[in-house]
């Protein structure tokens, strides 16, 4: 019988058998790893990527994660990284050397393009930024001596939906792969494996963990990525730590819940912003009329709580900063996908250099927590009224 995503969340990494019957995997705490025989230590040798041998390459506890986050985005296996930032970096290593090129969404994530545009021009790897709406037209970017395609969809800050079956077809055409930033779906929207993605990257760190409190990354692969991927973690030293990998599984328990949650109060709340006078136009793809809702439709099976809001011409830097300042319950600060509502503002078009940004408004990035929604709702009123008060 082939369980749902929900039901296979509820099991997935879990072996009570082999742990007196407790449900939950335990937190394994280990460098050293003891073999009884000489005879042991080479056997465990000739098979370290199948076993427990050293703790840096992993631990029953690190497995058990692992597991579950393959088994939730569709994939052969997983690597997991001490940060989503780690994943994203260690996943190009693994398949760049001097002298090849990437293209690089124009809607990266900052860092990401930070590590393109310092660390890999410094190892003499080439990066072209292209429009995140560049669909099949992005076989005429790539070069002989291009490895990776980088797609993140939706876009940080602006909310682009990709066509990434037509990419992962130009790409793979080319005899490139694609790497996929996949954090927004969690991998619980979006199936990466059923559009042609090579490896699908997230910051387990924000829907994954859900809760704010630990730094986590992961690497799906196909059975051709997986050895390259995991070898260069290794090679990297990266290891995620066993109580972070314990709160990672602890909340894909309750992911699909959490998310459901997520989307059906930030579709309120991106709708009434729509209505607003001093909205210009909310950057929602699960929203009708969005510019890329009928990809996001076609993809996708549902929307996290993420999105941004372009406001119209004219408040002061005081009077925005009025605005964030007051808010009793959005927060300020970077890292969603846990469980309270954020908001911080944006400038994506410092950032573009592939493709312009036509909106000259401030705009505004909304994480919609699990708080009530009308709640959030009043908090916002009080927010436009301060805007509109202060000079
Ligand atoms: C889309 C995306 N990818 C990767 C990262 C990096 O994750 P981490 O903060 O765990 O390094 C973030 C963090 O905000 C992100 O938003």
């Not at 465990?44 to 690190?62: A, E, I, M, Q």
């Not at 000259?360 to 708080?371: A, Q, S, V």
Request: aromatic residues 10%; charged residues 20%; hydrophobic residues 40%.
């Amino acid at each position: 019988m082939t369980h749902k995503t929900d039901t296979r969340l509820s099991h997935a990494g879990n072996k009570p058998e082999a742990n007196f019957g407790i449900v939950n995997p335990p937190v394994y705490h280990a460098s050293t790893i003891l073999f009884p025989t000489v005879a042991a230590m080479e056997e465990g040798s000739k098979n370290k990527l199948d076993s427990v041998y050293y703790g840096r390459f992993g631990t029953p506890t690190t497995h058990a994660f692992e597991e579950a986050v393959a088994e939730l985005e569709g994939g052969y296996r997983c690597v997991s990284y001490p940060s989503g930032l780690a994943a994203v970096t260690g996943v190009l290593l693994a398949f760049l050397k001097a002298g090849d090129h990437i293209l690089m969404v124009d809607s990266v994530y900052f860092p990401t393009r930070k590590f393109c545009d310092g660390f890999l021009k410094r190892f003499g790897v080439k990066t072209t930024y292209y429009d995140p709406m560049v669909g099949a037209g992005i076989a005429e970017l790539i070069r002989p001596e291009t490895k990776i395609v980088f797609v993140e969809s939706p876009g940080s800050l602006t909310f682009e939906v990709q066509d990434i079956p037509a990419i992962t077809e130009a790409a793979h055409d080319k005899g490139c792969i694609v790497v996929m930033d996949n954090t927004w779906s969690a991998g619980y929207f979006f199936k990466p494996f059923e559009h042609g993605v090579d490896v699908s990257v997230q910051a387990a760190t924000k829907f994954l963990v859900g809760h704010s409190d630990a730094m986590l990354g992961t690497a799906v692969c196909t059975k051709e990525t997986f050895e390259p991927v995991k070898w260069t973690a290794l090679d990297l030293g990266y290891c995620a730590g066993p109580d972070d990998c314990y709160l990672g599984l602890r909340g894909m328990r309750t992911l699909g819940t959490r998310l459901r949650r997520h989307q059906k109060s930030g579709m309120r709340l991106a709708e009434w912003l729509a209505g607003r006078p001093e909205v210009a136009r909310v950057m929602h793809p699960a929203m009708p009329g969005a510019a890329t809702h009928d990809l996001w439709k076609r993809d996708f099976t549902g929307a996290c709580g993420l999105f941004g809001v372009v406001l119209k011409e004219g408040p002061s830097k005081k009077a925005l900063a009025a605005m964030l300042d007051g808010f009793e319950i959005f927060g300020m600060g970077f890292s969603w996908g846990g469980y309270e509502s954020l908001m911080i503002p944006t400038d994506p078009g410092h950032i573009r250099t592939a493709s312009s940004w036509p909106d000259k408004g401030p705009c505004l990035r909304i994480h919609t927590g699990l708080e009530d929604v009308d709640d959030l709702i009043d908090d916002l009123k009080g927010g436009f009224e301060r805007l509109n008060s202060s000079d």
